[in-house]
């Protein structure tokens, strides 16, 4: 656990933070239409992939990587254990100097997180979790504190990029039973830290690309929270095309009242 953590601030520390805020001309190139990748995105996979590979030599199913070959994700499935690389999740805060970014792997064995590691540059600040042993932060134990049994006073985010127009008036229309509703940080990899230390109680994502979302999921369920698709069922890594809805909340009680109000017609 101690190895992976080291290896996500020295990549950060050596191809991404040098470029915060500096980021040149010709460094910031579209991979997607709206989708967009820098150099150091591109640089922190690459050495994190490296290092990783030589830890435990598995595959590395990255996000850049597999940006440019999608047949790569198969291995989510296709092989007994995977790891998965987010060099730089929220690229969009990086590019416009926000802070909100973080660098993230995790370990997937037969179709399950079983480790996670979410490294957050500009407060220095580092999460694991181990499936079945606790969720930390900078090595101390992390316990989500108890959320409101009052809807009203519920906070949470909707994410509503990926969602049809219909869903998400309908979404947005039944929101107003919560409290304050944010539409997010723009990265998970500070999201799901904020849903597991009591800053919100839950966020509902639509497009849940595999490198995003199970560091944060292990954190939080860990720290008791619960990541579920709308149906109830666990979050598991998927490749990408997988769009049916993630739910994560404070705890059990609080998934299931928000799902309740969230789907009511």
């Not at 930390?136 to 509503?160: F, V, Y």
Request: with cysteine.
């Amino acid at each position: 656990m101690d190895k992976v953590a080291e290896i996500l601030a020295e990549a950060s520390a050596e191809a991404v933070e040098p470029r915060f805020r500096a980021l040149a001309a010709g460094e910031v190139m579209e991979k997607a239409p709206g989708e967009i990748v820098t150099v150091a995105d591109r640089e922190a996979e690459a050495i994190i992939s490296r290092r990783l590979r030589e830890l435990l030599p598995v595959p590395v199913v990255g996000e850049e990587a597999v940006s440019a070959d999608p047949s790569l994700a198969r291995a989510i499935h296709d092989e007994h254990a995977v790891w998965l690389v987010d060099p730089v999740d929220g690229t969009s805060n990086f590019v416009a100097g926000r802070p909100d970014f973080a660098v993230m792997c995790s370990l997937v064995r037969s179709g399950r997180t079983v480790a996670s590691w979410i490294w957050q540059p500009t407060t220095a600040t580092g999460y694991r979790a181990e499936l079945g042993a606790g969720a930390w932060r900078d090595g101390e134990r992390l316990t989500r504190p108890p959320a409101p049994a009052d809807p009203a006073k519920l906070t949470g985010i909707l994410k509503s990029r990926f969602l049809s127009p219909d869903r998400r008036r309908r979404l947005e229309a039944n929101c107003s039973a919560f409290g304050e509703i944010s539409p997010g940080r723009s990265a998970a990899g500070v999201e799901y830290p904020d849903v597991a230390e009591g800053r919100f109680d839950f966020i509902l994502y639509w497009r849940t690309l595999p490198w995003d979302h199970a560091p944060g999921s292990l954190l939080l369920s860990e720290a008791g929270g619960v990541a579920a698709r709308l149906d109830g069922t666990p979050y598991r890594p998927e490749a990408p095309g997988c769009e049916d809805g993630l739910l994560v909340a404070a705890d059990p009680r609080t998934w299931e009242l928000t799902r309740d109000i969230l789907l009511s017609d």
